[in-house]
């Protein structure tokens, strides 16, 4: 069987990814087009794929002016971006990967939906956390009734003082106007991951939040706009300087570094410090989201689930409670550790050691590229766990939530229009 065809859609980090993905399993994927307003990054795709010139394309419009370039397209445009591409490209009977969130909003969400499920086409969104091998055992172990039934679960999400600071006080996630609130832009993930974990539908949701810290009025006495401009730069945790020349310094060009500028030398990171978003003091930012944030889940049936989100912690992977009627589960992202009631006894599992290939997200990003070329070379939807109908609904748990918490109210949620 041939390799499926793909058109990258947005050549930053999430694009290039997948396209990485096509390059190191060839008999699965091509990538034959590029569709990327930033000539840098557009050309950088397209000459690590020996993509033709005439599938080089400024952006997803001009793209989609030429019909149907490849099976498949890969929407890894910035948030706001999402909606309006994927339903043009779904009706070009495209098999579409859309970059979570679907949209930013609850009614392109449900365009997006709509879109697909007339066109007919396979669709996967990037809910990468559904598809780790740590998720899949803990999912088999609960749907083999491993702790009877789940009565409720607590779930962290430790963002980390510093991807807090990278991402949502000086990066592309850190205004709402520009891009989407914070629960959509990072936690919509989260929420997911507790409804695909419960297997019920979630029927009211509240919540709370607020950006407590990262506000002009915390900032040190001596600080400056810029890091490198700043006297007190070397007593602040969030210096710009120490977390991306510092990580010049250890070898590590990667993301994040690669965010602030392709040249990821010394010099440039420097210059990129200096002139760029992510040298400013994050007490001088434009930043509006949330650093905080914690919802309340009530699913059919009474069942409970509480998600906190926080910047203030050293990061990592996600730590999950889940409490049974005959057992318990805890896990880290990595190990499960889990409680017997009847034997009383704690069996320990090393789930990421499990199958999956090594790639971000715990292996998740490798492995829904994975499930999502399997589904469009069978022609079989159901190899993607993240499909529109289930996603949608997640996503209306996230609206809810974040209308609760501006709203200061219990959200009923509805999957009626």
């Not at 099976?71 to 706001?80: E, H, L, N, S």
């Not at 006297?231 to 965010?259: D, H, I, K, M």
């Amino acid at each position: 069987m041939p390799p499926v065809t793909l058109m990258i859609v947005g050549a930053g980090d999430r694009g290039f990814m997948y396209a990485g993905y096509a390059a190191k399993f060839p008999n699965e994927a091509k990538v034959v087009a590029v569709a990327e307003p930033r000539a840098a990054y557009r050309a950088r795709l397209a000459e690590q794929h020996g993509i033709r010139p005439q599938f080089v394309l400024s952006d997803w419009r001009e793209a989609a002016t030429r019909g149907r370039l490849a099976d498949a397209v890969v929407i890894a445009t910035p948030d706001a971006m999402h909606a309006e591409p994927a339903v043009a490209f779904a009706w070009l009977d495209y098999r579409i990967l859309l970059e979570k969130p679907m949209a930013v909003t609850e009614a392109d969400c449900r365009r997006v939906v709509g879109a697909v499920q007339e066109a007919g086409v396979v669709f996967a969104l990037g809910h990468v956390l559904r598809y780790t091998a740590y998720t899949r055992r803990i999912k088999a172990m609960i749907d083999a009734g491993a702790v009877g039934e789940v009565v409720s679960i607590q779930h962290l999400e430790p963002v980390g003082y510093w991807h807090q600071a990278h991402s949502f006080v000086r990066g592309n996630w850190r205004n709402s106007q520009q891009s989407s609130f914070m629960l959509l832009a990072k936690s919509c993930h989260d929420l997911d991951w507790i409804r695909h974990i419960m297997g019920a539908p979630c029927r009211r949701v509240s919540s709370f939040g607020s950006l407590r810290h990262f506000r002009r009025e915390f900032a040190p006495a001596g600080s400056a706009d810029r890091c490198l401009d700043c006297q007190v730069e070397s007593t602040c945790p969030y210096s710009a300087a120490r977390f991306y020349l510092g990580a010049v310094e250890r070898g590590n060009t990667g993301w994040p570094v690669s965010v602030l500028t392709m040249d990821v030398t010394k010099e440039g990171v420097t210059k990129a410090l200096r002139e760029g978003p992510y040298g400013r003091c994050v007490y001088r930012c434009d930043n509006d989201v949330v650093d905080n944030q914690v919802v309340n889940m009530e699913f059919e049936g009474g069942r409970t689930a509480t998600f906190t989100m926080t910047a203030f912690n050293p990061g990592g992977d996600r730590k999950t409670r889940i409490f049974g009627t005959r057992g318990y589960i805890e896990g880290d992202g990595a190990t499960i550790h889990h409680f017997d009631f009847l034997t009383n006894k704690t069996e320990t599992i090393h789930a990421a050691a499990e199958g999956a290939v090594k790639s971000g997200h715990g292996g998740g990003d490798y492995a829904l590229a994975h499930a999502f070329l399997s589904a469009v070379a069978a022609d079989d939807p159901g190899k993607v766990l993240s499909g529109p109908v289930e996603s949608l609904e997640t996503h209306l748990m996230v609206f809810a939530a974040e209308r609760s918490r501006l709203e200061g109210r219990v959200v009923d949620i509805t999957m009626a229009s």
